[in-house]
């Protein structure tokens, strides 16, 4: 089956750090891959995508490369800010079939301080 | 496009009562998709339809919840009766019909049981 597995949260970071959260998956099929934003309060919300290996999705200063060798999608990002504190989810889809839709990773918190 | 629409936004009722959450997805996508948010289990797919037809209601935690989509904008959840144990967010998702978008979710609705 179709699965996602992020870097276990909280993650608390200092204004201008550096971020990656971690994220792997196994795939019956060619996924496409996805990292989604939940703000305190609202819903997810698409940050960026790829669809094909190599690809690189990127948004918001936030990127990650599609490694089908390693079968991961890291998210990161240069320099935090405050405002980017919430929580992440890396998920996957392959399309076609019954079978067609998210797989989601359990979220990471991350938490930006001043 | 307002993006998918979901009403209410907060809901808090008695146990045993009857309780309906709304969707309203974006025009022209094919897919509509039911979540349940909480702290204890994460984001869990409930049901998904594909044109109106439910597809996967193998989330569905037991006969209390019900879902339908009359036709291609608009679909209910309903849990009747209600249990503390439902409290948790809601969220309704749309996807058009093609791999690789990703979904469009709406704002859930909070559900308080008391």
């Known amino acids: 089956g179709n699965s996602v597995t992020q870097m276990e949260g909280p993650v608390t970071l200092s204004e201008e750090a550096f971020l990656t959260i971690n994220c792997t998956y196994t795939a019956t099929g060619y996924p496409s891959l996805f990292w989604y934003v939940q703000y305190p309060g609202e819903g997810l919300q698409l940050l960026l995508k790829a669809t094909k290996a190599d690809d690189k999705g990127s948004n918001k200063g936030f990127e990650a490369t599609y490694r089908k060798e390693t079968t991961s999608f890291h998210l990161e990002k240069g320099s935090v800010q405050v405002s980017d504190s919430a929580v992440y989810f890396c998920a996957l889809s392959v399309a076609g079939g019954s079978n067609y839709k998210l797989t989601f990773g359990k979220g990471t918190l991350l938490t930006v301080n001043p | 496009d307002a993006g998918v629409i979901q009403s209410p936004r907060h809901e808090v009722t008695e146990m045993g009562q009857e309780v309906t959450l709304r969707c309203k997805p974006i025009s022209g996508h094919d897919y509509l998709f039911w979540y349940r948010q909480t702290m204890m289990r994460g984001l869990e797919l409930l049901i998904y339809f594909n044109n109106n037809v439910p597809i996967d209601d193998s989330g569905m935690p037991e006969d209390r919840f019900s879902a339908k989509m009359p036709n291609a904008s608009f679909s209910t959840l309903k849990i009747q009766p209600s249990e503390p144990r439902d409290s948790a967010v809601y969220f309704c998702?749309?996807?058009?019909?093609?791999?690789?978008?990703?979904?469009?979710f709406g704002s859930g609705t909070r559900l308080t049981v008391v």
């Open positions: 998702a749309s996807s058009q019909n093609r791999g690789g978008y990703g979904y469009t």
